[in-house]
């Protein structure tokens, strides 16, 4: 919805003020659709051609996301950390052997049931189960979890911020395509050379067009898209980040609530459960889980 909007105010501010100043659009909208083919044209070719297909889409799903927003909300990460709650509470009071039933089949878990946005996101609950396997398997190092558990985030977060780094590398490289089509027009001018003066001026403000809509799809459009996303996956990360702190809390010997707060304390500022409200929720979990 903001990029939307944003995308609006751009468009408004600056063609409207072109207008205001007495510019006319006659020159622009002639030149506008042979610029945009060879510059936009020429950007997603050479798009395609320096990234893999899961990247390319990849790009679109990362479009759809930045008009949707982060996928996790606020109550989400209070979910989480009820959640967690419960995995934690569970293995500290009944053993490792009461959870494995709940990370073997997490669809029919009562635990995970009773998050059913969290259940959705395979990569969450897969991430959280394998850990939690690992830990059934005495692998109860605080420190080694810790790595492990860092190193893979580290690679999921790569992955997921090719498809924004390509983005940012097309926003890079519009303006210089965006030469090379005003080159073009100044070449199809010099071919013109003994047109009258209007008209050789009407083709050169044609070619300065192209060098006009390089930096306009640049720094006004594809930009603020790419940085857009890199914002939502880095927050998103957050979530990911999250059940690292509270298992590896749980490892070091705390007990579940305070591996929770210690979580808490980390979730983004604008998502941050109360202490009292995440009291709540925990008192309000099923008590015969």
């Not at 013109?192 to 390089?214: D, N, Q, S």
Request: hydrophobic share 50%; net charge negative; glycine share 10%.
């Amino acid at each position: 919805m903001f990029l939307i909007i944003g995308l609006i105010v751009v468009l408004v501010m600056v063609f409207g003020g072109f207008a205001l100043s007495g510019g006319s659009f006659g020159i622009i909208l002639k030149a506008l659709p042979f610029e945009l083919m060879i510059i936009f044209g020429g950007a997603i070719g050479a798009y395609i051609s320096a990234n893999s297909t899961g990247v390319i889409s990849g790009s679109l799903k990362g479009i759809g996301k930045v008009m949707k927003g982060p996928h996790w909300k606020a109550e989400d990460y209070r979910d989480l950390l009820c959640l967690l709650f419960l995995l934690c509470k569970t293995m500290r009071t009944k053993g490792v052997v009461a959870i494995e039933a709940h990370i073997e089949n997490p669809e029919e878990s009562k635990i995970f049931q009773n998050f059913p946005r969290i259940v959705e996101d395979h990569h969450v609950v897969e991430f959280i189960c394998d850990y939690i396997r690992m830990l059934t398997m005495n692998f109860d190092d605080p420190m080694q979890m810790e790595d492990a558990m860092t190193a893979d985030l580290e690679k999921h977060h790569a992955e997921l911020h090719e498809p924004q780094h390509a983005l940012q590398t097309m926003a890079d490289g519009l303006p210089a395509i965006g030469i090379v089509a005003a080159v073009l027009g100044i070449v199809k001018t010099m071919g013109a050379i003994a047109e009258p003066v209007e008209v050789l001026g009407g083709m050169v403000g044609g070619a300065l067009v192209g060098t006009f809509l390089g930096i306009f799809l640049s720094y006004l459009m594809v930009a603020p898209i790419a940085g857009r996303l890199g914002q939502i996956l880095n927050e998103e990360g957050q979530f990911m980040n999250l059940i690292k702190i509270v298992l590896v809390s749980h490892l070091q010997g705390n007990p579940p609530q305070i591996s929770v707060e210690i979580g808490r304390r980390n979730v983004p500022s604008q998502h941050m459960p109360g202490f009292i409200e995440l009291e709540e929720a925990i008192a309000e979990l099923p008590p015969d889980i």
